[in-house]
């Protein structure tokens, strides 16, 4: 993950260190190499102009400049910002006091939607009492899919009855059947499809003012970048999100999602999905993934 990002930085870094004392100009050839690694990782430009801005009033101060570990201090504000950029805190998925908590995942088709209800369901399954619920009623093989990942994982599944067609139904069916079930937590699987569409956003929205789900999660494709970012803007626009779940970490992805979702969404990255297998979902850790990047 972010392997070509990772080596840039390492190299910048290594130079800066390279040089003892820095002068301004150097401070201004390693943001360019950094402004570089950030366009190539397929961030957005105007979070990369910001980024590298903020980097350059702070690090071309007369304390930093004049102080004994120049390079260290440079590197450590370039580290808060990557910070600032994804959000500092990790904040886990809320529960409702009052049972039943709902989320509702959305987002496009082949983003990993569905592999992530159940992620989630498995990892909430250690403290609470999860159902899984098919909403996409338009895709046989999307139900099919959660079914058997329910079962897979042994948690409660509501889906269509024979030629069912109205999601808002399905949900409310599934909400009725929480208290024989002990179930305090349903995760909604709901329509996806390959392009954002009217009909799509339409039909997510009133099945959203009808269960009025805690979280509201987007699933990307890390993988996508820019596209990724696009498609945050435009759910969180219609649909008010919570958060973002970045899928495929687990890929060759660029960084450019990551870093740029929370930036230009205002909606942070809250987990991460790091594999195909069901076990394979970590929380979204900043603090981590800025590690990762600067080594
Ligand atoms: P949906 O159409 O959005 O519901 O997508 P699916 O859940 O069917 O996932 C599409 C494909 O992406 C499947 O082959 C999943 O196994 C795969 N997938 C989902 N999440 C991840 C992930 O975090 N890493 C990897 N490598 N594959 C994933």
Same mark, same amino acid.
């Given at each position: 993950m972010f392997d070509s990002l990772k080596d840039r930085f390492e190299k910048v870094f290594s130079s800066l260190r390279g040089k003892g004392k820095l002068t301004e100009e150097d401070v201004n050839l390693a943001l360019r190499e950094v402004r570089l690694a950030l366009l190539e990782a397929d961030v957005n430009y105007k979070v990369v102009k910001d980024f590298v801005e903020r980097v350059r009033a702070r690090a071309t101060g007369q304390d930093v400049l004049s102080s004994i570990t120049p390079a260290q201090q440079v590197y450590a504000i370039v580290f808060g910002e990557l910070l600032d950029l994804m959000g500092r805190d990790v904040k886990p998925l809320s529960i409702s006091p009052k049972p039943p908590t709902v989320y509702m995942m959305v987002g #496009?088709?082949?983003?990993g939607k569905t592999t992530t209800a159940a992620k989630i369901a498995l990892k909430m399954k250690r403290s609470h009492k999860p159902m899984l619920v098919a909403c996409? #009623? =338009? =895709?046989p093989a999307a139900v099919e899919q959660l079914r058997v990942l329910a079962s897979s994982i042994g948690v409660p599944f509501v889906g269509p009855e024979?030629?069912?067609?109205d999601p808002v139904r399905v949900a409310r069916r599934a909400m009725e059947r929480c208290s024989e079930s002990l179930v305090d937590l349903v995760i909604i699987d709901t329509a996806g499809r390959f392009q954002i569409d009217e009909e799509l956003m339409e039909e997510v929205r009133v099945l959203k003012e009808s269960v009025k789900p805690h979280e509201v999660l987007l699933v990307v494709d890390s993988m996508t970048g820019q596209e990724a970012v696009s498609v945050a803007q435009v759910f969180n626009e219609r649909l008010g999100l919570t958060g973002v779940v970045l899928t495929k #970490?687990?890929?060759?992805?660029?960084g450019g999602a990551a870093l740029t979702i929370k930036a230009v969404?205002?909606?942070? !990255?809250?987990l991460a999905g790091v594999g195909e297998? !069901?076990?394979d979902l970590e929380a979204f850790d900043p603090n981590r993934m800025a590690q990762r990047i600067l080594g």
């Open positions: #496009l088709q082949g983003s996409d #009623l =338009r =895709r024979e030629g069912e067609i #970490l687990d890929g060759d992805a660029r969404t205002g909606t942070p !990255v809250r297998k !069901v076990e």
